[in-house]
């Protein structure tokens, strides 16, 4: 007897959405993906659905219209919106965490103190709601720091301050957009990576670690970013230092259970590695970021809606005990434009146009800001590189900006 096709939803947009998407539709058991609020761009793989990614009525509409099987949030906007919590109450099949259960990963003040309380090793902090308090505890810090919006915020969100003067500008530019839970933290300098976990809020198996560039320009100069680059399996990131995620990520997950907020779902923890299996917690993120999705995805062997469906019905621990993955490596690059409206061309001439995940904007023409990322996979990472930098040398737009130092050495 043949195994019943399934219809999936994805709730989000950007380049995470687009990796996600053409993964769990390429399974034999999947009859159709459907992407909301999506990016607008036409795919083989999904359909984008107009509904905005907290209009939770509308979408539970549409899934029961629609005979969906699984939903996936996959956006901060939907994760912030409790479509989990909502979903669930409604009897639908939905992977991922309610919001109280990743606020840690949502909000980074909420974060940094849910660490400190569980005695992650993480950087020297304070969390502010008023300007002059935080302007007091700088006479004090250690320079440079990195100040942080509380929550992601789409304009100039972070930045690291060498000087008091450059941070009390910042921490002025922050304050008067009303932020509150103003994050400010130690920066130390060292090697930036994150290890994926996937977990059924009891039991949780790491299934990536990727090598994360955040600087701007090349050298780690310019602006600090969430991310503009990265690679897969990071090589710098020892088994050691994977354990010892491990068991900050089993702490967690018993901190949050025993407050009534298990966290089903994919956790992220960023690190910064400072010595050899040394490191620093930095953060959560509560699902794969849009710079990682495609080498995280890539190297994914495993059914991802059987993994899905485990964790929500309490069978993963049983089922699983690990996530399978092949043995490529892979490199991803954001491709930025410093101008709006520019005719993009040559995309046409990328061998694989699978490898190409839109984060705004189109095919046709840029947006200023990141338009999209570029991963490329390859037996050996040097060979990777070497693929990326041949399909970015034919891609053309005025203004294109990607950094071009990525795993140089």
């Not at 929550?151 to 008091?164: A, F, M, N, Y």
């Not at 009390?168 to 304050?175: A, I």
């Not at 509150?180 to 933290?185: A, K, N, Q, S």
């Not at 991802?304 to 699983?320: K, N, P, R, S």
Request: aromatic content about 10%; some cysteine; proline content about 2%.
């Amino acid at each position: 007897m043949d195994k019943v096709k399934k219809n999936i939803l994805i709730i989000g947009n950007g380049a995470v959405v687009s990796a996600l998407a053409k993964k769990v539709a390429k399974l034999s058991d999947v009859e159709k993906v459907f992407v909301a609020s999506g990016n607008g761009i036409k795919s083989d793989y999904y359909q984008n659905i107009d509904i905005r990614e907290d209009d939770l009525t509308g979408l539970l509409k549409f899934v029961l219209e629609n005979n969906i099987d699984l939903t996936i949030p996959a956006s901060f906007k939907a994760f912030k919106s409790d479509v989990v919590s909502f979903f669930l109450e409604n009897d639908q099949n939905i992977f991922g965490p309610s919001k109280g259960a990743c606020n840690i990963a949502l909000n980074k003040a909420s974060g940094k103190k849910f660490l400190y309380k569980i005695h992650a090793q993480t950087y020297k902090f304070g969390t502010f709601d008023k300007q002059n308090v935080a302007q007091d505890w700088l006479k004090t810090a250690t320079f440079p720091l990195t100040i942080k919006c509380g929550e992601k915020s789409s304009q100039g969100d972070r930045l690291v301050c060498p000087t008091i003067s450059l941070a009390e500008q910042f921490l002025d530019n922050l304050f008067s957009r009303n932020e509150t839970g103003v994050l400010i933290e130690e920066f130390t300098f060292g090697h930036n990576f994150t290890v994926y976990f996937m977990t059924d809020g009891y039991s949780a198996i790491p299934f990536a670690t990727v090598g994360n560039y955040k600087f701007m320009e090349e050298g780690d100069g310019g602006l600090l970013t969430e991310g503009v680059a990265c690679y897969s399996p990071d090589y710098k990131v020892s088994q050691v230092i994977v354990s010892r995620v491990e068991n900050v990520v089993r702490n967690t997950l018993t901190a949050l259970d025993k407050k009534g907020e298990p966290y089903v779902g994919i956790l992220g923890v960023e690190c910064t590695l400072t010595g050899e299996d040394k490191f620093y917690v930095n953060e959560f993120k509560p699902f794969i970021q849009d710079f990682d999705a495609g080498v995280v995805l890539s190297s994914v062997e495993e059914n991802l809606v059987d993994v899905f469906e485990a964790c929500i019905q309490g069978l993963f621990a049983d089922e699983y005990d690990e996530i399978k993955t092949n043995e490529n490596s892979s490199i991803a690059i954001v491709v930025s434009a410093r101008q709006e409206g520019k005719p993009i061309s040559e995309l046409n001439m990328i061998e694989n146009p699978d490898d190409i995940d839109f984060i705004s904007g189109d095919s046709v023409k840029t947006v200023q800001g990141e338009n999209f990322v570029l991963t490329k996979s390859a037996s050996t990472l040097s060979r990777a590189r070497n693929l990326l930098y041949e399909d970015l040398s034919e891609i053309h737009f005025d203004g294109i900006k990607y950094r071009k130092d990525i795993c140089q050495s």
